[in-house]
């Protein structure tokens, strides 16, 4: 069956520029999880929802970072006023429920900030 | 906070050895253990899930283990191919979160 999938692949901003980055898990899964991966880091979490619900958004490193799931399938990531140290690989994941059961990993967005 | 560490940082080796790559993390209340690879430019895939409740699990040439009360996982690769060659993630879950390793890059040259 599909994936996760993520839109776009690529993104270039400019400094300043808003930037909306589109996640659609795998049909069926509860939980949908940000993460943030910097060149040669590991993934570090972002943000994390069970349906609908941002029950955990500790991860965002700054107000200028906002996610939703409004119908608790499709999750957007959006960026205000980017700055260049957002550059970094932007990757979803889905579970059935919650991360104690097995994650899946989209391809991620890769956004550099000039 | 749970951190997670992995040893060795990077391992370069011919086709056909036998491979031993570490994890430790700090929390040994972790819940489950998730062993992923990630390969240039493309996303994460899953290799191996430990539940809270197994020690170890095997697939095909991998095998990893899971040591809570030492805090431990081991992830074991055998004859190793160059196929195999990506950074490999020793991941610790709480119930609502995913804490990965700093990862091990692997080479396996002919």
């Known amino acids: 069956g599909a994936g996760v999938s993520q839109s776009p692949r690529y993104k270039v901003a400019k400094r300043g520029q808003d930037v909306a980055l589109r996640c659609d898990p795998i049909s069926g899964h509860v939980s949908l999880f940000w993460y943030q991966q910097a060149l040669g880091q590991g993934p570090e979490f972002l943000t994390y929802?069970?349906?609908?619900?941002?029950?955990?958004k500790s991860g965002l490193p700054s107000d200028r970072f906002f996610a939703e799931r409004p119908e608790g399938s499709v999750s957007t990531l959006k960026i205000q006023r980017t700055q260049q140290e957002d550059s970094a690989v932007y990757l979803c994941?889905?579970?059935?429920?919650?991360?104690?059961?097995?994650?899946?990993f989209g391809p991620g967005t890769r956004l550099t900030v000039t | 906070k749970q951190e997670v560490t992995q040893i060795p940082a990077a391992l370069s080796v011919p086709e056909g050895e036998n491979l031993v790559l570490n994890c430790s993390f700090t929390d040994s209340a972790i819940y489950n253990l998730q062993w992923f690879r990630q390969d240039p430019g493309k996303g994460l895939t899953s290799l191996l899930l430990?539940?809270?409740?197994?020690r170890e699990q095997t697939s095909g040439r991998l095998n990893a283990s899971l040591d809570k009360s030492s805090g431990r996982s081991t992830l074991y690769i055998a004859a190793s191919q160059p196929g195999d060659s990506a950074t490999y993630l020793c991941v610790g879950t709480d119930t609502d979160k995913l804490i990965f390793g700093t990862g091990t890059r692997l080479q396996v040259f002919p």
């Open positions: 430990i539940q809270s409740s197994q």
């Open positions: 929802f069970q349906n609908e619900a941002q029950l955990d």
């Open positions: 994941a889905s579970s059935l429920d919650r991360a104690a059961y097995e994650q899946y």
